[in-house]
């Protein structure tokens, strides 16, 4: 299991949850509009969603229907950064997250 970021943090991109982490594998660019974790290097331990101070980080298993989706988000930002990041925003327009 993985802990997933979700659309609570666009526009956020905090970065409690980045410094918690002992596996270091929590992510974003400049050009992101959110962070991203990377579930080939999450150990589940919890720390992130301990620390995330939106309330945007859940466990793989415990992730609220709405937001599925960024179950794969956070995986393929490690694959194709300029997809997700396209996808994000329209996600972040759709909230009203993103002017």
């Known amino acids: 299991m993985t802990y997933v970021i979700t659309e609570a943090c666009i526009g956020v991109k905090g970065e409690a949850c980045m410094e ?55 995986a393929y930002w490690y694959r194709h950064k300029t997809g997700v990041r396209q996808r994000v925003r329209e996600i972040g327009r759709e909230t009203g997250l993103l002017p």
């Open 20 to 74: 918690v982490c002992p596996e270091a594998c929590i992510f974003s660019g400049p050009e992101d509009d959110m962070s991203f974790i990377d579930p080939a290097r999450c150990t589940d331990c919890g720390a992130c969603m301990a620390a995330c101070v939106v309330g945007a980080i859940y466990p793989e298993t415990g992730l609220p229907a709405a937001s599925r989706e960024f179950l794969h988000i956070n």
